[in-house]
Every structure is written in structure tokens, then in C-alpha cells.
């Protein structure tokens, strides 16, 4: 039976799963392209390097496809896929030991447009640019809690499930990195 690409685009990723734990390579393709934007933005964080994160991403949706058979039906799949995605990109980031500047913008999903005056607009891009060099200045489980809260939009069980921690070490790691970057920005 022929799915057509409305179908496949508008099937749930539990769906998805269902069909890839039957050898569907479409189904789990859907899933690669639903999934390989935001895979790469949350290596990136963490290798700062955007061939390593491109690496890490993609080596990440392997290791996916892998163990796809063990994927616990009605999980939510996005924590999944980011867990298996932050560690290939902590093993690499750890093998490769290299310590550059990141720019965070490359993970914000939206650049926001504040509305108002060009001054206003100015005023609100330096603030930005203030808050991303302090993030770029921050140790990697600050960085990866933040930009997983703020800049990828996970609920705090996501990220729980993401990090492999209780939702109380979520809280109070995002809000001793939140007190900490407060602390960078002087605010």
C-alpha cells in the first residue's frame, strides 16, 4: 500500500515508529527529516563545531535506527532521539577536546523581530548578542540545559527524558544555570 507525502508528513511520530520497528526505511526517513534540524542545532551545542555536530547528528539518527526496536511505544520519540543525539556529540566533543567559541544563534530555531523602533530593535539585538557570548562562556551542562529549555522549546519533561534525569534535576539545573548566566550578564 501506497502512503502519499501528505499521509506521511501528517502521521504522528508514534506512527512513524510503528511503521520503522516493521522495517519501513520511508517511515524512518519521515522521521530523519522531521527530526535533523533540531538533532544538529543540540550538537552543535554541545561540540561547538558544525561538522562534528553535522557527524554527530547523523551518526546519532544510525544508532536511532538501531535501536528503534527497543523505543517503548508511546514515548514521547523528540526526548529519545535528543538523548542518543547529546551523547554521540559528548563523545565526540570529549574525543576531540577542542575549546572555540560557539555561537548560540546557530541553535535558536527563530530569530525573533522584536517589534517597535529601529532603536528598539538595536537595543534588543545587543541585549541578544550580551546573552549568547555569556552562554559561549559557560560550562556545557549550563549551555545544554538552557538551550534545550529556551532555544528548542523542551517542556521540562522532555528534558528530562533528553538529559536521563529526574524532572527536580532538571529544575534546579536550569535554575543554577539561569542564576549563573544572570551572574555573566551582570543582571
Do not use: C
Request: charged content about 35%; glycine content about 6%; hydrophobic content about 45%.
Amino acid at each position: 500500500m501506497e502512503r502519499s507525502v501528505e499521509g506521511r508528513a501528517a502521521a504522528s511520530d508514534g506512527d512513524l515508529v510503528e511503521l520503522a520497528k516493521k522495517g519501513d526505511m520511508e517511515a524512518y526517513g519521515d522521521i530523519v527529516v522531521r527530526y535533523q534540524a533540531l538533532a544538529q542545532r543540540t550538537a552543535y551545542v554541545i561540540t561547538r563545531d558544525a561538522d562534528a555536530a553535522q557527524d554527530a547528528a547523523q551518526e546519532a539518527f544510525v544508532k536511532a535506527y538501531r535501536a528503534i526496536g527497543r523505543f517503548r511505544a508511546g514515548a514521547p520519540l523528540r526526548p529519545w532521539l535528543l538523548r542518543i543525539v547529546a551523547n554521540e556529540a559528548l563523545n565526540r566533543a570529549k574525543a576531540a577536546s577542542r575549546h572555540r567559541s560557539v555561537d548560540l544563534s546557530l541553535a535558536e530555531s527563530r530569530v525573533a523581530d522584536p517589534e517597535g523602533s529601529p532603536e528598539a530593535r538595536a537595543l534588543a539585538g545587543e541585549r541578544r548578542e550580551m546573552v549568547l557570548r555569556a552562554l559561549n562562556g559557560m560550562r556545557e551542562e549550563d549551555r545544554v540545559v538552557i538551550a534545550y529549555r529556551y532555544f528548542f522549546e523542551l517542556s521540562e519533561a522532555e528534558m528530562a527524558e533528553a538529559l536521563g534525569v529526574a524532572r527536580g534535576t532538571v529544575k534546579s539545573r536550569l535554575s543554577r544555570a539561569m542564576d549563573r548566566l544572570r551572574e555573566r550578564i551582570g543582571g
